[in-house]
Structures are given as C-alpha cells and as structure tokens.
C-alpha cells in the first residue's frame, strides 16, 4: 500500500548528525521513532499497543501513557503482592526482549500501598536482576502517589507554586508595576501549577490540611493583584482581585472532567466549561453572603461584602482596573486611623476633623467634612450624595467615566491620610503617636482578622530574631591564607581545573 511504502521510506536510511568538539558526527539510526515528528506519538502507541494485551497475574492491570508503564498489582498481604508483582514484570519483560526494548531498573519504582504499620516498605521485587523496595511515594505523569494515600502531592504543588509566587511578586508592587488586568495574568501561572491533575486529587480539598498549602499560595499572588495591604484576608482578596478561589476551582476542573467522562463524543468542551464556571460563581456568591451573616464575621469582612455584594458582576466586568487606593477604601485596610490603631500604629481611632467619630473607610470616603470638596469635585456629576457604600458596586460598573472619578475620589483621600501618617510618625516623641490602652484599642484588638495577622507578624518577627542571634553566634570564617590564593591562580594558569573551591578552615 502506498501508505505503508512511506512510512517504511521513513524509517530507513535515517542519519543522525550532531556537534561534537571535533566537529560534526554523523551515526547511522537502525531503530527507535523519531522524536519531535507529528507521526512519533502515533508510531509509538502503534507500536507499544499490545503490552497492554500482555498476559498478567490474576487482578494485575497495566496503564500505559506513551513509554510511561504503570503495574497495579493487588494482594492481601505484602508478601503476596510481592510475588503477583514478580510475575507481572517477568511477563512485560518477556514482552520487551520479544521487542527488542528493555526496562531501565533504574528508572522504575515501586510504592506498597497498604494501612500496615511496618513490615512492608521491604518486600523485595526484582526487575532484571536489581532488586528494588518500595518507597514512600512515586512519582507518575507528575502526580505523587503516597504509599498511604495520603495525597502530599498537594504539599509538593503548594511548594512549588509558592516559589514561583515569590518570584513574580516581584513584579507586582503595590505603589508600581503592572496593572491589575496584566497582574491577573500573571497568578494565572500559579493557579495553573496548582491546578494540574486536579481531577485525580481533587477529594484532598476536603481535609484542612490540604487546603491551608493551597489557599496560602494563592493569597500570596491575590494580595498583589488587588494592590492590597498584607493583613487583608484571602477571600477578601481573591474577591476584590476577582480572582476564583483555588478550591473552587479545583472542584470545577473535577466536574468538567467527570462529565467529559459520561455524556458522548459530540459534547463540547467549552460549552461544559461555561456551564460549570458559572455553577462555580454562584456557589462561591453563596458562600461570599453565608459568611457575611455570620455573627463572628470580622467587621471589615462585612464591609467589603456591603461595598461588593454581587461577585458575579463583578468577576464578569468589562472595565476597571483595581489600584491601591481603591482597595483601601474597598478593603477597609488602609491609611484609615480606625486601622492604624487597631494595627498599634496611632494611639486614637478618632477622626481628626470629627471627634468622637472613628476614622473608618465609610467617614473618610462618603461623610468627612474635610473631604467634601473633592467629592464635589469628581462626583458632582453624578451626585454627590447618590454614592454611596450600598451603591457603590453599581455606580463602578456604570461605566469607565463613573470608575475613573471614584477611583480619584479615593487616591487623593488615602494619599492625603497616607501624608498626615507619615507626618504623625515623623514626631520626635513616640509616645505621641504609639497606641495607649484605652477601651476602644481593646474593642478593636479582638478582632478575629486583625489578631491572627499580629500573631503571625509576631511569629515571623520572633522567628527572624532567633535567626539573627544563630548567625551572630556562628564563629568567623577565616579568610583563605596567601598560600591557597597563590595554588589556585597557579592551576588556574595551567588549565588544570576548571572548576575551584576554596575551602576555609578555623
């Protein structure tokens, strides 16, 4: 057939060429496929098809993903898991010479799930003559699969995605940097590392302690891309980022998979992700009222959901961009005295122009005096006394115009707070602006959200102390003695090494 004369034109007369120091080497291919071709993957799994028709033990079961050969082999106890285990990788072995491939027993490893305590980590299986033990986990296709099932798979994505967080908050400053549409973009890649495989672990978002590695990693990327302050809490910063929480997204990959699994071939792909995103909207507006009403809801909590009510309108906005000084006002954490002092920053949560009043983000935005001439002078238009907090969400996404004149409204108050702050710290005295120990600081003190902030600051503080004290502790390092530096030049002239160390000794 002609089809068949071409692939075997293909494969014959192959030449590999690649560069060496002496030059280019030519080598002669009498086997294998060739990689980075469209027809490889195929070849391939033409070719590879029928180990997956191998004769196994009783219950043994092969799954195979491109060279990547998976044994599940079950048993009553370890031992006899161990010899079903045997049998099977004699028989894919037999499959291999037969094929002229090999099993490489240094890449192969093998996990014993069991809920035995001991005794089971060394049941020994032989592949090819190397002996191996089970380890605690492996890893397959990226996913770690725990000899407990325990899922520390999430544990090692959260790490990861942590890192690769880190690294690009360093873009995202909240006085600088991109804005927030190009910031969304950029977490993206962070909710993708930890979305990967969700469907396979996505019962782990379950348990608490799968969730904290998670969640903790997303807050990390959501507090800059709402150009929030750090003790802002996650689901008030994944919402005013319009960012989806991380859970609820692993939960919406899990079900897309599910019915891509059941309905039939003709179901489309995109329509099935629409249709469960917003199932995941509405169940996250859900949850965004549920913990509103809760009676033990932080009270800035409580604000943002009065300012933001509607998350799906919002997630689903065609304008605006989120800056620091809108998320101030929309946060409640900002360079509001009410704030600083509930952070031991100002010893009084009083408005300076109102006294009695505290300075909170609702009197400074929508009630104080001091600031009626800039509300008259970017809200005049629309009414001055039509904004407000209830209404806030609607007058935004009226339009660009109503969006760009609030957003001003809120940069020259927080800059002008933000200046009287920093004047205030400036005193020469500090106990003319630290906190004194009054009722109010009290009141505020017991705030749920302020108090696990401070906590955590604490911790953080005093872990970097004691990190201080190992290092001041450590003795001095001598410096290398003229006699080494003039050894390392002189094999360095030779050409002798390429790589030197110089090593200390006390």
Not at 494 to 499: F, I, S, T
Request: glycine share 4%; hydrophobic share 40%.
């Amino acid at each position: 057939m002609p089809i068949q004369r071409i692939l075997q034109s293909w494969f014959i007369n192959r030449e590999l060429l690649y560069e060496t120091d002496g030059g280019v080497v030519s080598r002669r291919l009498t086997a294998g496929v060739p990689q980075g071709s469209i027809l490889g993957p195929t070849l391939w799994n033409i070719m590879y098809d029928s180990v997956l028709a191998t004769a196994l033990p009783d219950n043994a079961e092969a799954v195979a993903f491109a060279d990547d050969l998976v044994l599940l082999v079950p048993g009553r106890t370890p031992a006899e898991a161990s010899g079903l285990a045997r049998r099977a990788v004699d028989a894919v072995n037999n499959w291999m010479v037969a094929h002229q491939l090999q099993i490489a027993p240094a890449k192969t490893e093998i996990v014993m799930v069991s809920n035995k305590k001991k005794d089971y980590k060394n049941i020994p299986v032989f592949v090819n003559g190397t002996r191996l033990t089970s380890s605690a986990d492996i890893r397959y296709l990226g996913v770690r699969i725990h000899d407990r099932l325990s899922w520390r798979h999430v544990e090692f994505i959260a790490n990861k995605a942590t890192k690769v967080a880190y690294a690009l908050v360093r873009l995202m400053k909240n006085h600088s940097g991109p804005k927030c549409a190009k910031r969304r973009l950029l977490a993206s890649v962070v909710d993708s590392v930890l979305r990967y495989a969700a469907p396979v672990w996505h019962d782990a978002v379950e348990t608490r302690t799968c969730r904290g590695p998670l969640i903790r990693a997303q807050k990390t990327c959501a507090l800059r891309v709402a150009f929030a302050f750090r003790t802002v809490a996650y689901k008030t910063a994944v919402a005013i980022a319009g960012i989806v929480p991380i859970c609820r997204l692993v939960r919406e990959d899990a079900r897309c998979y599910q019915r891509l699994q059941t309905e039939d071939a003709t179901a489309n792909r995109e329509q099935i992700r629409n249709a469960e995103r917003q199932a995941t909207l509405s169940m996250w507006q859900e949850e965004w009222d549920r913990d509103a009403a809760d009676e033990t809801a932080s009270r800035y909590r409580v604000w943002t959901h009065r300012v933001l009510p509607d998350l799906v309108s919002w997630q689903t906005r065609e304008h605006g961009e989120v800056n620091f000084h809108l998320c101030q006002v929309l946060s409640g954490h900002g360079f509001f005295r009410d704030y600083l002092h509930c952070m031991q920053f100002t010893s009084s949560p009083d408005c300076k122009q109102c006294p009695g009043v505290p300075e909170t983000a609702e009197h400074a935005v929508f009630v104080c005096p001091r600031f009626d001439a800039v509300r008259h002078q970017h809200l005049g238009a629309y009414g001055v006394m039509s904004v407000t907090p209830d209404n806030l969400q609607q007058h935004l996404l009226r339009g660009q115009g109503e969006w760009s004149s609030f957003a001003e409204v809120c940069r020259r108050i927080t800059s002008t707070l933000q200046r009287e702050w920093d004047a205030e710290r400036a005193l020469p005295d500090p106990a003319q602006w630290r906190p004194g120990f009054d009722e109010a600081a009290e009141r505020h003190r017991n705030d749920p959200e302020i108090r696990n902030e401070r906590r955590n600051i604490d911790r953080n503080d005093a872990r970097a102390g004691a990190d201080e004290e190992r290092r001041r502790a450590q003795p001095p390092q001598r410096s290398p003695s003229p006699a080494s530096i003039a050894q390392l030049r002189l094999a360095v002239s030779l050409g002798e090494m390429r790589v030197a160390h110089i090593r200390s000794f006390s």
